[in-house]
């Protein structure tokens, strides 16, 4: 049984459309960066400082629970829910399912084209 609102045209053309995407479209010069955000619960809105980025920055995020060990995967559910590159800075909007202060571990990867 498919979904309600699966187009097998639709999704077929979506699949032509894509298929020209190659190794060198996925170009440019990265570096990572881990954050300690400190002890947090419920939804925020936070802004990393950094002169490099400008709007045509790609930019990925993984957030969870961790220590200066690293990240585990706990009890508490951990979400990204924006993550917007703009001159000078990267805002995240996440959110952390816990009913008191955890720490928050925030993972960038940062891509300049």
Do not use: C
Request: a negative charge; proline letters at 5%.
């Amino acid at each position: 049984m498919t979904h309600p609102n699966f187009d097998a045209a639709r999704t077929a053309e979506a699949d032509r459309q894509h298929a020209g995407a190659t190794a060198s479209d996925l170009s440019g010069s990265g570096r990572t960066y881990r954050h300690d955000w400190g002890l947090r619960n419920g939804q925020w809105i936070l802004t990393l400082n950094d002169p490099a980025i400008t709007g045509a920055t790609q930019v990925f995020v993984s957030v969870g629970e961790g220590s200066g060990d690293g990240k585990f995967i706990g009890a508490a559910r951990y979400t990204v829910h924006n993550v917007a590159p703009g001159p000078g800075r990267i805002s995240i909007w996440v959110e952390i399912t816990w009913e008191s202060p955890i720490n928050l571990l925030v993972d960038y990867l940062i891509v300049q084209p």
